[in-house]
């Protein structure tokens, strides 16, 4: 008899779901131990007996996308280049894991890839980064991601509730079961490359949220983890949503669940409380929820920042020329920074009023203070991104046009992306950090900002910026301002 703790998701990814575009094309199994390996049957639960001569500590990394960049071949043959994406939290994780613990990631890539040409880049994928691409069609994607993912989670999870069509709109039903196929595709290819006695399965953010039902209906036995990037509504704000049982049963399917802040696991163990009946021991800092006869432990595991490879890319030559570069463009300004996603909850336009009256009161301040705000490329689509785009531009060009001068631009909008170590570059020189967002997961551009300012008093001196200026007492200081409470 299958478990309740998953049979709703089964039913809903069965063949009687909608299909969308293409028949996936399924790729070869991968061994992960001797033997031959036959393909499993859906509908057939497996447990986690089979032997294995597996040794080497191993964790599979899944997350929405590979930490991957992808592009063209220059050489104009149509084939597709690789490399890793320094920036991507998921490829940074690796280094806290140990250098005995084999990585292997599981995740989509952000270009389309053709299918003729899928089972070509899966192949050099898995051999070269140990990656396993999840492909997923355009059209399913878009119901996804730019769906169920953006339309509903997304808000719903920074309390805003959808009561409007421009809002996300009444739940649409189609999204989430696109949202529910998506997460079987990925478990598929979890599936191919586990090895359920050895392996360590570590799901990622809220895009994959039913993800341990499929893996746990087919190795009971999985050592499997959650983590979530986001906030975690209280109860009041996550029981609008109509799938609010469907996914706490998901989530519970793990061993262990990891939030930011214990304000979100707090609320995380409310809803469970309130919505499934569920009770939860805590004892030393141990929170333990017991379901299905196992215990689901709940973890507060604030992410952090990779210090090392900030200090690294704070003393190539490139990020000391931008540095230098900065200096000179913004000599005898005071350069105030803001790093955003164009997102509406990150209140970049409240930052860029709160420059206008700043402006406005402080006459003396006209062409010495400056605003550089870097706004990273929108994640999401629709009418509120757009919204969020026209009116930040719309903002800068009043402030500019109303208290710019010859020589003196005091809002700088960079809009395009830019390389990491020029984002570290802007870092250096900016005197403060302005973080306005709404409500936010953990924002990891102040910290980013701490270490960058710490490394800049030596920075200076390698460059020979004002070797005469007198040193003084509050130099490599730094200043970090919360403008808006974003918890």
């Known amino acids: 008899m299958v478990s309740r703790s998953y049979s709703n998701l089964l039913d809903l990814a069965s063949g009687d779901a909608p299909s969308f575009g293409r028949e996936r094309k399924r790729l070869p199994r991968v061994a992960t131990f001797a033997g031959i390996l036959t393909d499993l049957d859906d509908e057939n639960s497996v447990g986690s007996?089979?032997?294995?001569?597996?040794?080497?500590?191993?964790?599979?990394?899944?997350?929405?996308?590979?930490p991957l960049r992808a592009h063209r071949n220059p050489d104009g043959s149509g084939g597709w280049c690789f490399s890793w994406d320094e920036d991507s939290l998921l490829l940074?994780?690796?280094?806290?894991?140990?250098?005995?613990?084999?990585?292997?990631?599981?995740g989509s890539l952000k270009e389309e890839i053709a299918p003729s040409e899928q089972d070509d880049v899966a192949q050099t994928l898995l051999e070269t980064f140990k990656c396993v691409p999840a492909f997923i069609p355009p059209d399913l994607f878009t119901k996804f991601y730019h769906g169920f993912c953006k339309q509903h989670l997304w808000p719903l999870f920074h309390y805003m509730l959808p009561l409007s069509p421009d809002l996300g709109g009444?739940?649409?039903?189609?999204?989430?079961?696109?949202?529910?196929?998506?997460?079987?595709?990925?478990?598929?290819?979890?599936?191919?490359?586990?090895?359920?006695?050895?392996?360590y399965v570590w799901v990622h953010d809220y895009h994959l949220m039913v993800l341990p039902t499929f893996l746990r209906k087919r190795f009971n036995r999985v050592k499997l983890g959650f983590f979530l990037h986001s906030p975690f509504p209280s109860s009041e704000?996550?029981?609008?949503?109509?799938?609010?049982?469907?996914?706490?049963?998901?989530?519970?399917?793990?061993d262990l669940i990891g939030f930011h802040t214990f304000d979100y696991a707090r609320h995380f163990l409310s809803c469970c409380s309130r919505m499934?009946?569920?009770?939860?021991?805590?004892?030393?800092?141990?929170?333990?929820?017991?379901?299905?006869?196992?215990?689901?432990n709940i973890k507060i595991l604030p992410v952090g920042i990779h210090i090392g490879q900030l200090q690294s890319v704070l003393n190539l030559p490139e990020t000391e020329s931008k540095v230098a570069e900065l200096h000179d463009r913004?000599?005898?300004?005071?350069?105030?920074?803001?790093?955003?996603?164009?997102?509406?909850?990150?209140?970049?336009?409240?930052?860029?009023?709160?420059?206008?009256?700043?402006?406005?009161?402080?006459h003396n301040k006209r062409g010495e203070v400056v605003l550089v705000q870097i706004a990273n490329p929108a994640r999401g689509r629709g009418r509120n991104v757009?919204?969020?785009?026209?009116?930040?531009?719309?903002?800068?060009?009043?402030?500019?046009?109303?208290?710019?001068?010859?020589?003196?631009?005091?809002?700088?909008?960079?809009?395009?992306?830019?390389?990491?170590?020029?984002?570290?570059?802007?870092?250096?020189?900016?005197?403060?950090c302005l973080v306005t967002a709404v409500r936010d997961g953990m924002n990891l551009i102040p910290y980013e900002y701490i270490i960058c300012r710490q490394g800049n008093e030596k920075l200076d001196e390698t460059l020979g910026l004002n070797p005469s200026a007198p040193k003084k007492e509050h130099a490599g200081c730094f200043?970090?301002?919360?403008m808006l409470p974003h918890h």
């Open 479 to 482: 200043r970090v301002y919360w």
């Open 92 to 106: 940074q994780l690796k280094d806290g894991l140990g250098e005995d613990v084999e990585v292997i990631y599981v």
């Open 276 to 296: 499934l009946g569920l009770s939860y021991q805590s004892k030393r800092g141990y929170i333990g929820l017991g379901y299905y006869g196992r215990t689901v």
């Open 386 to 432: 757009q919204e969020v785009q026209s009116e930040t531009k719309a903002a800068v060009r009043r402030i500019n046009e109303t208290f710019g001068s010859p020589g003196y631009t005091p809002v700088v909008l960079i809009d395009s992306p830019l390389q990491f170590y020029e984002r570290i570059a802007y870092y250096t020189i900016a005197e403060c």
């Open 330 to 362: 913004f000599r005898g300004q005071t350069v105030m920074l803001g790093v955003d996603d164009m997102d509406i909850f990150k209140g970049i336009s409240l930052k860029l009023l709160a420059m206008e009256q700043l402006l406005t009161q402080h």
């Open 170 to 199: 009444r739940f649409d039903r189609s999204l989430w079961q696109a949202y529910v196929s998506v997460n079987k595709i990925f478990a598929d290819k979890v599936m191919e490359v586990i090895s359920p006695d050895d392996d």
């Open 49 to 66: 007996d089979a032997p294995s001569s597996f040794t080497q500590d191993r964790m599979i990394i899944v997350g929405n996308q590979l």
């Open 237 to 254: 704000i996550y029981r609008t949503l109509p799938v609010r049982d469907e996914l706490l049963r998901a989530l519970l399917n793990s």
